[in-house]
């Protein structure tokens, strides 16, 4: 593809929270309002239903706005959805209102919508009137394919958001599905920090975000990206987070970047999940449902049910770390001992027993419906990644670039021929917990899943089995939208390294992490098309794109067969 312009520059206004505040609540929606606003943030959808949707938005006080204007308590926000982009044929409209408590975002979940319909969707305050965005719901019935963008991993100051750019200008995805990682949490001085003030995109706030404040300001400033705005207008958006909407490698009861000085978890974590149901296009939990509980499933006609994960704050136990056991891993006896007794131990939980019910049921009803695929997103990396022998990279400049952030890494590398999982965070530091859902599926007769998770910044294949070597399905790993992969580290030794990690793990059929992109999945009832499509910079706003690598996915009865294109 040839070289596509981003637009141009961000506008920048002034948040209503620095208005004078008074009561204005009986504003009726339509009446002329003293006080000039725009949508700065866009507009976007998500959390798609055969009847519904929800429609989001933001309303932010104009450059024009003085100390004098008056700002209602309670403002009022008139929406419209129409079945065209003209708004002559206005199929729903509705009245809602917005405040400082919810930081002035508007969030509606229509209903009354009919299946696979593609809506045009707006808001209106006043006689302003919000950019206008396009939305489908779910389809019912007999349906030959859906098409999807797959993304992960979006760190602001690591550059530009070309990947949404490209997806926005795409016709034909039926939803975008972000396995999270939307931002992440670190301020200036830390992850991504250099890059961004070379690119002059930094983080706001500068430090890191705690407070429920600081989690607003930072969804603010990625809704404020073009690209990002551009994306959601475009498609509807089917979310997931992972470990940096609220802290890195997080668990149910911490997270390790949490730390002394930052207050308490819980009230860092309810602050996080608050910011992230004001700011996201996905519905609010039920009533007496925990906020965390963000596992839902979607269903696509009789083509496919996608299962969305919760693997972070539900139930996840505190991830081992390998520092406390590197001195006793000193032989094969010793690293069997330390798989037996400690990383396979049955208490080390993933998913919930809520979670696992959710789940049980959502499959059985997938599959006893006849529904072709049943397509998981998953937050962290399903299939195995053991460590091959790396103690030639001893003294290597890749290892002490990585020794600089993890000094452990020296240790690591002289017990990597033991065969021990490379990441203690993924599925891979919880292998009973891995096998109980696997045993959880094919209860309900599924060995036949399709899985897609972020999380790593690197593009893979893998062929899931269980540890007796049962198939369960494929998993699609999607590298980052700006966020580096372990190129960054290893440079040119990559290719090496991602060979070496494919001969130890022969489930493992491709890798890559040079590059940053999204999956383009492609389903029809008996194959499915993965395409992995990069992005040829991301410090740049001009840029093309290119497919990196193709797979197809074959339905063969039960069971699935991989093979590339």
Not at 106 to 118: I, N, R, S
Not at 129 to 147: N, Y
Not at 284 to 297: M, S, Y
Not at 419 to 424: E, F, H, N, T, V
């Amino acid at each position: 593809m040839g070289n596509i312009t981003r637009r141009g520059a961000l506008f920048t206004g002034i948040s209503l929270a620095g208005a004078s505040a008074a009561s204005c609540a009986n504003t009726k929606i339509g009446e002329s309002v003293n006080y000039p606003v725009k949508f700065v943030h866009g507009v976007a959808s998500g959390d798609p239903g055969t009847d519904r949707m929800v429609i989001w938005t933001r309303i932010t006080a104009s450059t024009k706005a003085s100390a004098n204007d008056v700002v209602p308590a309670a403002i009022p926000v008139k929406w419209e959805m129409a079945t065209d982009a003209d708004f002559r044929k206005i199929r729903r409209t509705g009245k809602t209102a917005t405040s400082a408590a919810r930081d002035f975002t508007v969030k509606v979940d229509v209903t009354g919508l009919k299946p696979g319909q593609v809506y045009y969707y707006r808001f209106k305050l006043g006689k302003t009137i919000s950019p206008v965005g396009r939305t489908k719901t779910l389809p019912v019935g007999a349906l030959e394919q859906a098409r999807f963008a797959v993304v992960s991993c979006t760190n602001f100051p690591f550059g530009y958001f070309n990947v949404y750019d490209h997806i926005a200008r795409q016709d034909g995805f039926d939803a975008v599905i972000h396995l999270g990682d939307y931002f992440y949490e670190y301020g200036t001085d830390s992850y991504g920090g250099r890059t961004g003030k070379r690119l002059d995109r930094n983080h706001e706030p500068a430090h890191e975000t705690v407070t429920l404040k600081d989690y607003r300001t930072r969804h603010a400033q990625y809704k404020a990206d073009t690209s990002s705005q551009a994306m959601h207008a475009a498609h509807p958006l089917i979310a997931i987070w992972d470990d940096h909407e609220t802290a890195n490698d997080s668990w149910q009861t911490g997270a390790q970047n949490h730390n002394a000085g930052e207050g308490s978890w819980e009230m860092r974590r309810g602050a996080a999940m608050q910011a992230y149901y004001e700011y996201m296009p996905v519905r609010d939990p039920e009533p007496g449902k925990a906020r965390e509980a963000l596992f839902r499933d979607f269903s696509f006609g009789d083509l496919l049910s996608l299962h969305t994960l919760e693997t972070r704050l539900t139930a996840r136990t505190q991830p081992l770390n390998y520092a406390q056991y590197m001195d006793k891993l000193t032989s094969k006896e010793a690293a069997a001992h330390f798989a037996e007794t400690i990383l396979w131990d049955k208490g080390r939980e993933m998913l919930g027993a809520a979670q696992k019910d959710w789940l049980a049921t959502s499959l059985k009803t997938s599959k006893d419906a006849g529904t072709s695929w049943r397509l998981i997103a998953n937050q962290v990396l399903l299939g195995p990644v053991l460590s091959p022998d790396l103690r030639d990279y001893a003294g290597s400049a890749a290892i002490e670039r990585i020794a600089k952030f993890n000094p452990n890494i020296r240790k690591f590398i002289q017990f990597s021929p033991l065969g021990l999982p490379i990441s203690l965070d993924s599925w891979d530091g919880y292998p009973a917990a891995r096998e109980a859902f696997y045993v959880l599926a094919q209860k309900q007769g599924v060995q036949d899943l399709l899985v897609v998770t972020g999380d790593t910044h690197v593009s893979r294949v893998n062929s899931l089995k269980t540890q007796f070597g049962q198939s369960m399905g494929v998993e699609f790993g999607v590298t980052g939208t700006t966020s580096p992969g372990h190129d960054a580290y290893f440079k040119d030794m990559s290719q090496d390294y991602e060979q070496r990690l494919m001969a130890k793990n022969k489930d493992m059929h491709w890798m890559q992490s040079a590059e940053r992109g999204y999956l383009d999945l492609h389903l029809t009832k008996t194959e499915a098309h993965a395409n992995f499509i990069s992005v040829s910079t991301t410090h740049a706003k001009d840029y093309t794109t290119f497919t990196a690598k193709s797979f197809s996915v074959n339905k063969d009865g039960g069971t699935l067969k991989l093979g590339d294109i």
